[in-house]
């Protein structure tokens, strides 16, 4: 039993003092992912990227005004690259890469909306990267939504300020009404009508078409300016309302004038229905009036509240996946390359001839490259935690055990990777696969869920998929690791440890 | 020296269906020193992975210590010292380390300073001991070699080519040390390439093309060559062909061969009595010899000698 670790450790002090007689590497293994995190978190812009939009709108649209001024003041991810009126020229400018977006807005704009149809402004763009032609779209929809709220927040100006005009009518209709009813409970007669024709005075102007009562947005005197809440808005209805009290007063006055009248207790409810009429479009006007535009127009708004314990920097969030990736590729390179020098030096052949078995030698390998992993791995957290500050939420023990896990199983990897290749550059070119697999499929760059699902045999058959995700609940969400993945993690590693144990022993024997 | 560290009969290895190795048969006795001498080529590492159980025969028996080399477990490796031909050590450890890495995969006690110190000492790298092995010679790298195959004190030696590559100074060294080890007990199985190595070996086997010609010892092979002693001899007057055809005629002569005009190389039976019958012979025909002794043929020689024999006989 003696024998058994003196052999294991004869392969942990050799190759530990392999890898440390080349500083450099241990080095470059250390500071360097360390120096991308930092580098990253120093130069991060943590804004959306601005795009500079070009508009193109015919010289004489009533919207020509307004495009600047919208555009100017939309939103700091839009900047204003100008107007014209040439729609290759600024194509051609697009293309030149001299603007980020052109916008065209159509010549027949008005015309269209007097049609009572929607018009669609045609967003150009020049991106290669489906993510960033999927930001650009994102970014056009979402101001051409304040484009519109902001049309209609004016035009709802406009209204209040019609609303408060009727309402200063409706409420001296609501006085002669008064002062009507009350001359006819008296059976003054004649003082009624006076009180109704006065009435009728006060909502003659109600008395033709609604649409004719409503004027465009404000400030604007153009006939063909948009006009959109003509037919759709509570003061079209109040204004139908006014004009059939309108004529309600008149018909009323015309049957008063009859002389024979003897009974008024109906002409007496008419005029109640008619004040009741009233106060009911005071009280609407009124809501008119008092609702705020952007209270009417975007009633709901949104406030996120994150319940992570931490707020993370866009460079502390990488530090889980950079550590992940890390222990996975070092462990699979360091192990890939392992083997494969052993069978090109030749030792293979000695120790086929010494009393050394395959498992002493996996067993010792193993234990050197998580010793020395580990070392690396307690470096770089040093660096991490106190010189970027990177949260550190959980557990060291919960921490310790998923780079121990990680290391393990990629070792699996690595040392399978080894004793398949023949040679170096083999061992090299598998290592390097494996790690742009992990860039694509570990969810370090995107989460796994906008893959479609049978890629996840890829994703969870890499050891670097599990470390981001335990190295994100143990790091920043101060969570013990899922014990199932756990179990699935190390299943694997177990697994390889097998195979590689039967490979090696295959090559091992005589041929 | 009668009990056989090594037997081997009939062995055969082939690769791609041509033979490397076939019908290779010897014993090699314990405590014996065996050289197995042959060109690049021939076979030698071939047989040499045949007996350390890294290969396996596609036909023959072998049996080493007593046991198959396919049946070994790891007490019966221990046994085993083995130096492969090309070097297998770690470059950037030093030479203190890949001792004690060899060391170590033999599972000897940790305590094996005095061990370490020894087997520095006999290869000469005391002095280099801290430096890596990519900054020592290639020669102090065969040396540290053999070091890391003594150091765990095995019983059988199989040893490569352990002098191809280093001076004739160190190469007299190494066989000294050998010598030492035979005369410790240990049986030592050596290939070289270096046929005036088989001088120190107890027996020797010949390989041509993977075909052992013979084994024997080193007088064995000398008077398989030759038949016999040779002598040396000088004349002033030019030896005529009727003058050798004589020669050959008289019964104590084996062979003769003409060096140049006044020069020629015989084969006799017993070089101290066959000398004064040849200056009487020479006298007898007014021939007087200028130069006569009797003169023990290299390896290298006895090597070329039963090579051609055995091509001839082919």
Same mark, same amino acid.
């Given at each position: 039993?003696?024998?058994?670790?003196?052999?294991?450790?004869?392969?942990?002090?050799?190759?530990?003092?392999?890898?440390?007689?080349?500083?450099?590497?241990?080095?470059?293994?250390?500071?360097?992912?360390?120096?991308? $995190?930092?580098?990253?978190?120093?130069?991060?812009?943590?804004?959306?990227?601005?795009? /500079?939009?070009?508009?193109?709108?015919?010289?004489?649209?009533?919207?020509?005004?307004?495009?600047?001024?919208?555009?100017?003041?939309?939103?700091?991810?839009?900047?204003?690259?100008?107007?014209? *009126?040439?729609?290759?020229?600024?194509?051609?400018?697009?293309?030149?890469?001299?603007? %980020?977006?052109?916008?065209?807005?159509?010549?027949?704009?008005?015309?269209?909306?007097?049609?009572?149809?929607?018009?669609?402004?045609?967003?150009?763009?020049?991106? $290669?990267?489906?993510?960033?032609?999927?930001?650009?779209?994102?970014?056009?929809?979402?101001?051409?939504? *304040?484009?519109?709220?902001?049309?209609?927040?004016?035009?709802?100006?406009?209204?209040?300020?019609?609303?408060?005009?009727?309402?200063?009518?409706?409420?001296?209709?609501?006085?002669?009404?008064?002062?009507?009813?009350?001359?006819?409970?008296?059976?003054?007669?004649?003082?009624?009508?006076?009180?109704?024709?006065?009435?009728? /005075?006060?909502?003659?102007?109600?008395?033709?078409?609604?649409?004719?009562?409503?004027?465009?947005?404000?400030?604007?005197?153009?006939? %063909?300016?948009?006009?959109?809440?003509?037919?759709?808005?509570?003061?079209?209805?109040?204004?139908?309302?006014?004009?059939?009290?309108?004529?309600?007063?008149?018909?009323? %006055?015309? *049957? $008063?004038?009859?002389?024979?009248?003897?009974?008024?207790?109906?002409?007496?409810?008419?005029?109640?229905?008619?004040?009741?009429?009233?106060?009911?479009?005071?009280?609407?006007?009124?809501?008119?009036?008092?609702?705020?535009?952007?209270?009417?127009?975007?009633?709901?708004?949104?406030?996120?509240?994150?319940?992570?314990?931490?707020?993370?920097?866009?460079?502390?969030?990488?530090?889980?996946?950079?550590?992940?990736?890390? $222990?996975?590729?070092?462990?699979?390179?360091?192990?890939?390359?392992?083997?494969?020098?052993?069978?090109?030096?030749?030792?293979? /052949?000695?120790?086929?001839?010494?009393?050394?078995?395959?498992?002493?030698?996996?067993?010792?390998?193993?234990?050197?490259?998580?010793?020395?992993?580990?070392?690396?791995?307690?470096?770089?957290?040093?660096?991490?935690?106190?010189?970027?500050?990177?949260?550190?939420?959980?557990?060291?023990?919960?921490?310790?055990?998923?780079?121990?896990?990680?290391?393990?199983?990629?070792?699996?990897?690595?040392?399978?990777?080894?004793?398949?290749?023949?040679?170096?550059?083999?061992?090299?070119?598998?290592?390097?696969?494996?790690?742009?697999?992990?860039?694509?499929?570990?969810?370090?760059?995107?989460?796994?869920?906008?893959?479609?699902?049978?890629?996840?045999?890829?994703?969870?058959?890499?050891?670097?998929?599990?470390?981001?995700?335990?190295? *994100?609940?143990?790091?920043?969400?101060?969570?013990?690791?899922?014990?199932?993945?756990?179990?699935?993690?190390?299943?694997?590693?177990?697994?390889?440890?097998?195979?590689?144990?039967?490979?090696? /022993?295959?090559?091992?024997?005589?041929? | 020296?009668?009990?056989?560290?090594? #037997?081997?009969?009939?062995?055969?290895?082939?690769?791609?269906?041509?033979?490397?190795? #076939?019908?290779?048969?010897?014993?090699?006795?314990?405590?014996?020193?065996?050289?197995?001498?042959?060109?690049?080529?021939?076979?030698?590492?071939?047989?040499?992975?045949?007996?350390?159980?890294?290969?396996?025969?596609?036909?023959?028996?072998?049996?080493?210590?007593?046991?198959?080399?396919?049946?070994?477990?790891?007490?019966?490796?221990? #046994?085993?010292?083995?130096?492969?031909?090309?070097?297998?050590?770690?470059?950037?450890?030093?030479?203190?380390?890949?001792?004690?890495?060899?060391?170590?995969?033999?599972?000897?006690?940790?305590?094996?300073?005095?061990?370490?110190?020894?087997?520095?000492?006999? !290869? &000469?790298?005391? &002095?280099?001991?801290?430096?890596?092995?990519?900054?020592?010679?290639?020669?102090?790298? @065969? @040396?540290?070699?053999?070091?890391?195959?003594?150091?765990?004190?095995?019983?059988?030696?199989?040893?490569?080519?352990?002098?191809?590559?280093?001076?004739?100074?160190?190469?007299?060294?190494?066989?000294?040390?050998?010598?030492?080890?035979?005369?410790?007990?240990?049986?030592?199985?050596?290939?070289?390439?270096? !046929?005036? &190595?088989?001088?120190?070996?107890?027996?020797?086997?010949?390989?041509?093309?993977?075909?052992?010609?013979? !084994?024997?010892?080193?007088?064995?092979?000398?008077?398989?060559?030759?038949?016999?002693?040779?002598? @040396?001899?000088?004349?002033?007057?030019?030896?005529?062909?009727?003058?050798?055809?004589?020669?050959?005629?008289?019964?104590?002569?084996?062979? !003769?061969?003409?060096?140049?005009?006044?020069?020629?190389?015989?084969?006799?039976?017993?070089?101290?009595?066959?000398?004064?019958?040849?200056?009487?012979?020479? &006298?007898?025909?007014?021939?007087?010899?200028?130069?006569?002794?009797?003169?023990?043929?290299?390896?290298?020689?006895?090597?070329?000698?039963?090579?051609?024999?055995?091509?001839?006989?082919?």
């Amino acid at each position: 039993m003696k024998r058994f670790f003196i052999r294991i450790f004869a392969f942990v002090r050799k190759e530990i003092i392999n890898v440390l007689r080349q500083p450099r590497l241990v080095l470059t293994l250390v500071l360097g992912p360390f120096l991308i $995190l930092f580098i990253f978190g120093l130069g991060f812009r943590d804004e959306a990227q601005a795009l /500079r939009t070009l508009f193109v709108v015919e010289r004489d649209s009533p919207l020509r005004p307004y495009v600047e001024e919208y555009a100017t003041t939309l939103g700091p991810q839009l900047v204003y690259a100008g107007m014209t *009126e040439d729609l290759e020229a600024a194509l051609r400018v697009l293309q030149n890469q001299e603007v %980020d977006d052109v916008v065209h807005i159509p010549p027949d704009a008005a015309q269209i909306i007097d049609r009572q149809e929607q018009v669609t402004f045609t967003i150009y763009h020049n991106e $290669l990267d489906p993510t960033q032609a999927g930001y650009v779209e994102f970014a056009m929809n979402i101001y051409v939504d *304040e484009l519109n709220r902001r049309v209609l927040s004016e035009l709802y100006r406009d209204r209040q300020e019609q609303a408060t005009g009727m309402r200063e009518d409706v409420e001296e209709a609501q006085e002669v009404v008064s002062e009507a009813r009350e001359a006819l409970q008296r059976d003054d007669l004649p003082a009624t009508r006076q009180q109704l024709q006065a009435l009728n /005075r006060a909502l003659e102007r109600y008395g033709t078409d609604p649409e004719d009562q409503l004027e465009g947005p404000a400030g604007s005197d153009d006939a %063909d300016a948009p006009d959109t809440l003509a037919d759709t808005t509570i003061l079209s209805q109040t204004l139908a309302l006014l004009a059939g009290l309108s004529r309600d007063a008149d018909a009323l %006055d015309e *049957e $008063l004038d009859d002389p024979q009248i003897e009974d008024t207790e109906t002409y007496s409810a008419t005029l109640a229905q008619i004040d009741q009429d009233l106060q009911e479009l005071h009280a609407i006007l009124t809501t008119v009036e008092e609702v705020p535009a952007p209270v009417l127009l975007s009633p709901f708004l949104i406030e996120t509240v994150n319940i992570v314990p931490v707020d993370l920097e866009m460079a502390d969030y990488y530090t889980a996946g950079v550590l992940a990736l890390l $222990l996975q590729h070092v462990a699979i390179t360091f192990a890939a390359l392992s083997i494969v020098q052993e069978n090109l030096l030749g030792a293979l /052949r000695l120790f086929q001839v010494a009393p050394v078995s395959p498992f002493e030698i996996l067993v010792g390998k193993y234990l050197s490259y998580i010793i020395l992993i580990g070392a690396i791995l307690v470096l770089l957290t040093l660096l991490i935690i106190f010189i970027m500050n990177v949260p550190m939420l959980g557990s060291w023990g919960q921490y310790a055990l998923v780079a121990l896990a990680v290391t393990f199983t990629s070792l699996s990897y690595g040392f399978l990777i080894s004793l398949l290749s023949t040679t170096m550059s083999q061992a090299v070119q598998a290592s390097m696969i494996m790690l742009l697999a992990s860039v694509f499929f570990t969810g370090f760059f995107q989460g796994l869920d906008l893959l479609m699902p049978w890629t996840g045999v890829i994703s969870w058959a890499l050891p670097a998929t599990y470390g981001r995700i335990f190295y *994100e609940q143990v790091m920043f969400r101060a969570m013990p690791v899922s014990q199932f993945l756990m179990l699935g993690l190390v299943l694997i590693g177990g697994v390889l440890f097998a195979v590689n144990l039967i490979v090696l /022993r295959s090559r091992m024997v005589r041929h | 020296m009668n009990e056989m560290a090594i #037997r081997t009969r009939g062995l055969r290895k082939q690769y791609k269906k041509e033979d490397a190795v #076939r019908d290779v048969t010897f014993d090699v006795a314990a405590g014996s020193i065996f050289g197995f001498i042959g060109p690049s080529g021939s076979g030698k590492t071939t047989t040499i992975r045949m007996l350390t159980g890294i290969e396996k025969p596609d036909d023959g028996e072998i049996s080493v210590l007593g046991q198959p080399p396919a049946k070994f477990d790891q007490r019966m490796r221990g #046994r085993i010292g083995y130096m492969p031909q090309n070097f297998v050590l770690y470059p950037d450890l030093t030479v203190r380390e890949n001792l004690n890495f060899a060391a170590s995969i033999y599972g000897m006690n940790l305590r094996r300073s005095k061990e370490m110190k020894t087997a520095l000492e006999l !290869v &000469e790298l005391v &002095e280099h001991q801290h430096k890596p092995v990519n900054q020592i010679s290639g020669g102090m790298q @065969r @040396r540290l070699s053999l070091a890391a195959t003594l150091i765990h004190s095995p019983t059988l030696f199989f040893l490569d080519e352990p002098t191809t590559g280093i001076d004739p100074v160190l190469r007299q060294k190494f066989w000294q040390r050998f010598k030492e080890l035979q005369a410790d007990g240990r049986t030592l199985f050596i290939t070289t390439q270096y !046929v005036s &190595e088989a001088a120190y070996c107890d027996q020797v086997g010949l390989l041509i093309a993977g075909r052992l010609l013979t !084994v024997d010892s080193p007088e064995g092979l000398r008077m398989q060559a030759y038949g016999g002693d040779m002598i @040396r001899a000088e004349t002033a007057q030019h030896i005529s062909d009727g003058l050798i055809l004589d020669l050959q005629e008289e019964t104590y002569v084996r062979s !003769v061969m003409r060096r140049d005009p006044h020069r020629i190389e015989i084969g006799v039976e017993e070089a101290g009595t066959d000398i004064a019958r040849l200056i009487k012979w020479f &006298e007898a025909r007014s021939t007087a010899l200028t130069f006569v002794e009797e003169y023990v043929p290299s390896f290298d020689d006895i090597f070329v000698s039963l090579v051609k024999r055995h091509r001839a006989g082919e």
